[in-house]
Antibody, heavy 116, light 112 residues
Framework: EVQLVESGGGLVLPGGSLRLSCAAS????????MHWVRQAPGKGLVWVSR????????TYADSVKGRFTISRDNAKNTLDLQMTSLRAEDTAVYYC?????????WGQGTLVTVSS | DIVMTQSPLSLPVIPGESASISCRSS???????????LFWYLQKPGQSPQLLIY???NRASGVPDRFSGSGSGSDFTLKISRVEAEDVGVYYC?????????FGQGTRLEIK
């Protein structure tokens, strides 16, 4: 069974940094693109970033470009999201997602709150 | 970016009746393999989204046959027959044809 478990969320000051992690199991992690999707409180789902299976290529939403960095360690089956220059509007539950597996899978999410 | 438009945004339903949600995309979601890159999810309160339908019309494992997906190209429908109380939540369509992956605004189904 595909499992994705996020960690690293918490309360951070505006302008601060936070690193999210996602531990993957139950599938060949190194074979799939991985994504981060977020959901602000009471709002809809918004795609944030994706990374190629081998880590060679990354893509970001315009709203986080230059501030967030996605990375992966295929030896450890982990996906990370380094977030810097955080803003109040980055407050959200962040989900780790894999779409290429059958079925696609989402983690349970980790809450990031940016507030003073 | 591909824009996904859902309607209605709010859907009050009497238990036992059927309900339909429309999802339209700003361009065709038909991929090079002939499949529609369109997924339907249900997000129940406090939970992560759960997959209902993949590639436009294929029901995910464990999903009741009351749920069905139809459509092709840029016009899709999720139908729920015989709505039950456990179907309450927000339904999202999602396209994976191209990055950025985009979602509909969500349709909130409530029981009358």
């Amino acid at each position: 069974e595909v499992q994705l478990v996020e960690s690293g969320g918490g309360l951070v000051l505006p302008g601060g940094s936070l690193r999210l992690s996602c531990a993957a199991s139950g599938f060949t992690f190194s074979s799939y693109f991985m994504h981060w999707v977020r959901q602000a409180p009471g709002k809809g789902l918004v795609w944030v970033s994706r990374i190629h299976a081998d880590g060679s290529d990354t893509t970001y939403a315009d709203s986080v470009k230059g501030r967030f960095t996605i990375s992966r360690d295929n030896a450890k089956n982990t996906l990370d999201l380094q977030m810097t220059s955080l803003r109040a509007e980055d407050t959200a539950v962040y989900y780790c997602v894999v779409l290429g597996t059958s079925p696609p899978a989402w983690g349970q999410g980790t809450l990031v709150t940016v507030s003073s | 970016d591909i824009v996904m438009t859902q309607s209605p945004l709010s859907l009050p339903v009497i238990p036992g009746e059927s309900a339909s949600i429309s999802c339209r995309s700003s361009r065709s979601l038909l991929n090079s393999n002939g499949y529609n890159s369109l997924f339907w999810y249900l997000q129940k309160p406090g939970q992560s989204p759960q997959l209902l339908i993949y590639l436009g019309s294929n029901r995910a494992s464990g999903v009741p046959d009351r749920f069905s997906g139809s459509g092709s190209g840029s016009d899709f429908t999720l139908k729920i027959s015989r709505v039950e109380a456990e179907d309450v939540g927000v339904y999202y369509c999602m396209q994976t044809l191209q990055t950025p992956i985009t979602f509909g605004q969500g349709t909130r189904l409530e029981i009358k």
